[in-house]
């Protein structure tokens, strides 16, 4: 059974991290970009970074994310990571990652979703 499973959520104060995870079962994610998307309700749902497959392995960051979030994958444990520093309460958000052949910071077109992680950043 194809399938991605988000971890890595939960409550920050501002100024935190978290290490969020994508970890795939039942196909090779190593072979699909992974991009990572945000959404708060009563919104649309926006991208965050993404990544290649490992033939590239090249790199997409939204402004928001560039300088604060780095996106990295292991190959080994067939999951793909996203690093968040100096978060920010607009930050505050559920997290998808989905598994697509490109790499784009627009939702549509992604073939697998996780069910998403929320994240929020308060004091």
């Known amino acids: 059974q194809v399938q991605l499973v988000e971890s890595g959520g939960g409550l920050v104060q501002p100024g935190g991290s978290l290490r969020l995870s994508c970890e795939a079962s039942?196909?090779?994610?190593?072979?699909?970009?992974v991009g990572w998307f945000r959404q708060v309700p009563g919104k649309e749902r926006e991208g965050v970074s993404c990544i290649t497959s490992v033939t590239d392995g090249s790199t997409h960051y939204a402004d928001s994310a560039k300088g604060r979030f780095t996106i990295s994958r292991d190959i080994a444990k067939n999951t793909v990571y996203l690093q968040m520093n100096s978060l920010e309460p607009e930050d505050t958000a559920v997290y998808y990652c989905a598994a697509n052949y490109g790499c784009y910071l627009l939702p549509g077109g992604y073939e697998y979703w996780g069910q998403g992680t929320q994240v929020t950043v308060s004091s």
């Open positions: 039942g196909f090779s994610l190593a072979f699909y970009a």
